[in-house]
């Protein structure tokens, strides 16, 4: 499985974009990028998800560079609200070429947004 | 859609008990997996159904772990023998074959043996 990189903890004042980094180097050609985040004490929450195009929904845009070796998650105008750890994820395969749904979660990024 | 329910919230249990817990996840969606998630740790993959059928086990699933989801809608996960190692909280989520990837979670069962 693909491993992912992300620092541990960033802050982002209230109002501004939040740009939180993803390193994917061993991502392979069929693995797609997902994003999750998770409110203290809540479950996980899915955000956006991408192959090799750059993504965009209500919550968030994502950024993929061309070689798929990293990305970038943006919140276009960060809110307290969004304060949460976010977990970037690289969707496991089976060795053998299969697909399965289980999700590999690392530490994520704690974002903290300041008032 | 009412989202993923899981039911404790919290449980607090002795060594040595056995606890079960409860998720109903979203209406229509075949699949249902459960994860455990540490203090200060992402959460760990333990296993997942499609419908009644369990199709993937973690290793962290041990023999005193057992998942059940006997007609394809709400699943139980049962530990016996709790151990202090246990402690930790408890998540569901649930997806569609075709969302695979996107899983939709529960708020977990937080889980203290003493």
């Known amino acids: 499985d693909a491993k992912t990189t992300q620092p541990p903890s960033m802050d982002c004042a209230e109002g501004r974009a939040a740009n939180l980094p993803c390193n994917h180097s061993t991502i392979s050609g069929n693995e797609y990028v997902y994003w999750y985040r998770q409110i203290h004490s809540q479950g996980p929450q899915y955000i956006i998800h991408?192959?090799?195009n750059n993504e965009t929904n209500e919550m968030a845009s994502l950024i993929i560079t061309e070689d798929r070796k990293s990305s970038t998650l943006i919140l276009p105008h960060a809110t307290l609200r969004d304060t949460a750890v976010y977990y970037c994820i690289v969707r496991a395969n089976y060795p053998y070429g299969g697909a399965t749904n289980k999700l590999i979660f690392g530490t994520g990024t704690l974002l903290a947004v300041q008032p | 859609d009412t989202g993923v329910s899981q039911d404790p919230r919290h449980k607090i249990t002795k060594r040595g008990q056995n606890v079960t817990f409860r998720c109903d996840p979203i209406?229509?969606?075949?699949?249902l997996y459960w994860y455990r998630q540490t203090l200060g740790q992402g959460p760990e993959f333990l296993t997942y159904f499609q419908n009644e059928a369990q199709l993937e086990k973690s290793r962290l699933l041990s023999d005193r772990f057992s998942a059940e989801r006997p007609k394809g809608s709400f699943s139980t996960l049962e530990i016996q023998r709790t151990e202090q190692g246990d402690s930790a909280m408890y998540l569901c989520a649930s997806s569609t074959i075709a969302g695979g990837k996107t899983q939709y979670f529960g708020p977990g069962t937080r889980l203290l043996v003493l």
């Open positions: 991408g192959l090799k």
């Open positions: 209406s229509e969606h075949n699949r």
